[in-house]
């Protein structure tokens, strides 16, 4: 199956800190989406991207097909940001499975 | 308004035992999800259904059994529970394969 590789696993923030999260994948996709998993374990879903650029607010995603990778970008981090951050990616010959990275952990403090 | 609800929140059982878990989105989507996530907060998708079709089978066990009666409902019941069972079960909604909507969990605790 199709391998998906976040980076970094684990990410402390200084409130108010800009940090990046990657997201390797290692075929073709045709469905890509990052979600969000706060403390309370609610997964939220933060972008449908599986090409080019979003934003929504402080959160902006970019992905390119092309070379197998995505980027979350969190611009000035708060204490609510905290919480596990996954890539899940979807394979043209189907669409609708998911396969999840392992996740990037981010802590804000404050 | 709930998106996308389960219930029950908790479920604590016994070893054997047979349980179910009733999942409702009122998003008008067509296309449901179950996916467990291990202590180690990995997700795996177990079963979907588009149009209360079966279109994703992975490899669960088959004590594991997914029933959509009608395209807002999806239910999955599990027999003869076993320790390894023991995980968050989140149920999922999507239009097509475009963003995909959680609900709030499941966590099966099997004793």
């Known amino acids: 199956g199709i391998q998906v590789e976040q980076s970094p696993p684990d990410l402390i923030l200084q409130e108010g800190a800009n940090s990046t999260l990657r997201c390797n994948f290692s075929d073709s996709v045709n469905n890509l989406q990052w979600f969000h998993q706060n403390p309370w374990g609610q997964l939220i879903n933060l972008f449908y991207i599986p090409s080019g650029t979003k934003q929504n607010g402080r959160l902006s995603a970019t992905t390119v097909a092309t070379e197998r990778y995505s980027l979350l970008y969190i611009s000035s981090s708060q204490t609510t940001d905290s919480g596990v951050y996954f890539c899940a990616v979807g394979r043209p010959s189907n669409d609708y499975k998911l396969s999840f990275g392992a996740g990037t952990t981010v802590t804000v403090r404050a | 308004d709930t998106a996308v609800s389960q219930t029950p929140k908790y479920l604590v059982t016994q070893m054997g035992n047979d349980k179910s878990i009733k999942c409702e989105q009122n998003?008008?989507?067509?296309?449901m999800y179950w996916y467990k996530q291990d202590s180690k907060k990995f997700l795996k998708i177990m079963f979907s259904?588009?149009?209360?079709?079966?279109?994703i089978n992975e490899t669960v066990p088959n004590r594991f059994s997914p029933k959509s009666p009608d395209k807002a409902h999806l239910n999955l019941h599990i027999n003869s529970l076993e320790l390894g069972d023991s995980a968050v079960y989140f149920c999922a909604s999507s239009q097509e394969y475009h963003t995909q909507y959680f609900g709030p969990g499941t966590r099966l605790t099997v004793l």
């Open positions: 998003l008008g989507h067509d296309t």
């Open positions: 259904y588009n149009n209360k079709e079966l279109i």
